[in-house]
Nanobody, 114 residues
Framework: QVHLVESGGGLVQPGGSLRLSCTASGRVSPSAMGWHRQAPGNERELVAAIVGGGTTVYGDSVKGRFNISRDKTFRTVYLQMNNLKVEDTAVYYC?????????WGKGTLVTVSS
């Protein structure tokens, strides 16, 4: 069974930076890892994802500002968020794929406000 531990959320001013991390425990490394987010009243949306070969994909609203990376074991994924905007405020969820099954974290709140 895979267990996800997310960290790094918090309050930051517009223009600031935060780094989220998500570590997956279990016997098998995920084949893909990523982050989604959901703001109040909105649907959950893709922020960024990285697959085993290192290919990355980003949501249009974060391209050029966010960067996703992983450690060598492919157990921990990072989301470096720069030049944060008020509209980036949301609960950020880690998602990993193991044997074709998507597993979600509990989420970490990111608030961008002056």
């Amino acid at each position: 069974q895979v267990h996800l531990v997310e960290s790094g959320g918090g309050l930051v001013q517009p223009g600031g930076s935060l780094r989220l991390s998500c570590t997956a425990s279990g016997r098998v490394s995920p084949s893909a890892m990523g982050w989604h987010r959901q703001a109040p009243g909105n649907e959950r949306e893709l922020v960024a994802a990285i697959v085993g070969g290192g290919t990355t994909v980003y949501g249009d609203s974060v391209k050029g500002r966010f960067n996703i990376s992983r450690d060598k074991t492919f157990r921990t994924v990072y989301l470096q968020m720069n030049n944060l905007k008020v509209e980036d405020t949301a609960v950020y969820y880690c998602k990993v794929r193991v044997y074709g099954e998507d597993i979600w974290g509990k989420g970490t709140l990111v608030t961008v406000s002056s």
